[in-house]
């Protein structure tokens, strides 16, 4: 596909970090929720179904000027409960999402390709952690403001993970991935000093399975 960005990976940061000028949140929800047996991004926590949680999340952070949720499968379904959002959140289809989760990310840098041309940074986060909140992605927004790094994500079972805020100097690369992989291929290409972690242990639960499911309900206080 043509490039929509300019340059590669970067070399390492040194003198701005990623929070500079735009940063759009992306919530990645176009799975088919295959393992699980039915939509995960429709299971509701706490009263609130997890799409919700996650679009509510990022716009509880003024710093996130944007806002793109991907969808593919079970798309009919969500799209009414994103209708009454406080603010415009730009719905993005993505006819063939059973390529892979690469093909929501490139589909999303394509959409900021074209309409955000001044987004300095991304933040992708899904919508399968029901302890996503929005302090989750305040510290991760806090920490790009003090840090040169260029990759800002979360950090749980001892390496770096979703949500991830990504300086736009490395569009180009994840606009090239291909397949069933997200920002992890980054993660593994770039220098090490380029990711500052920010230690988010309760996001290491995601509901990608039954039993994933039964635990967090087990684990909540009124569970019987």
Known sequence: MPSLFRSAIAPSMTSESCSAGKIVGVVLAAGGSKRLGHPKQLVEIDGSPLIV?????LLAVPEITDILVILGAHAAKIRPLLSSCSRAVQLVDVPDWNDGLSRSIRAALAEIGRNIPDARSALFTLCDQPNLDHRAIKALVATAESTPASIVAAQYDGHPGAPCLIDQRHFEFLSRIEGDQGARALFSAVNPADIAGVDLPQLSLDLDT??????WQNSQPNAT
């Open 53 to 57: 949680r996650a679009v509510d999340a």
């Open 210 to 215: 039954p039993e994933d499911l039964q635990q």
